[in-house]
């Protein structure tokens, strides 16, 4: 391990976690920005021995994609969650799922569990490595297989391309 990389472990990280705190800091101030350096710096080297085998992104504009498209997803989620709760719970058909996955990864298989629970609607239960499946709750299920091939098609084909899996 580099000098460099002792001290950043993870740049990428370091600069997200930096800008995110620049964006919902109250107002831009130079005490701000000294604290948003400092928890850049010190949260991924605190963390850094927990992601010892710690995919590299082998494709950024695909990963920014998927970033758009989940953060969509929510926002189309959420108002479809809304609607449901506020009229006849017996409209609901909520469901286990389980979802086949092809990702060997635990870090990229993890990534896809929390986009999954972060979309309004659905919660991952589990990931059983041995069997490569993703159990999902949902909570509105007509067809069982179209949301497996939603899944699937909206977040792991794009995680196993910009992880490179």
């Known amino acids: 391990m580099t000098r460099f990389e002792r001290i950043l472990p993870q740049p990428a990280t370091t600069a997200a976690i ?30 850094h021995s927990f992601w010892p085998d710690r995919p590299r992104l082998v494709k950024p504009l695909a990963a920014l994609a998927l970033f758009v498209r989940v953060i969509g997803d929510i926002a189309v989620a959420n108002w479809e969650v809304a609607r449901l709760v506020v009229g006849p719970l017996e409209r609901l058909r909520p469901a286990f799922i389980a979802v086949p996955i092809e ?12 986009i999954v629970s972060l979309t309004p609607g659905t ?8 069997a490569r499946t993703l159990h999902v709750h ?9 949301l497996i091939a939603t899944i699937k098609r909206r977040y792991e084909t794009p995680l196993k391309e910009v992880f490179g899996c």
């Open 18 to 47: 930096a800008g995110l705190w620049m964006i919902l800091a109250p107002a831009p101030s130079l005490g701000h920005l000294l604290l948003a350096i400092v928890l850049g710096i010190a949260v991924p080297w605190a963390t």
């Open 138 to 146: 949902a909570l509105d299920v007509a067809d069982a297989s179209e």
């Open 103 to 114: 990702i060997d990864n635990p870090f990229v298989a993890t990534l896809l569990a929390s």
């Open 123 to 130: 919660v991952s239960v589990d990931i059983d490595r041995a």
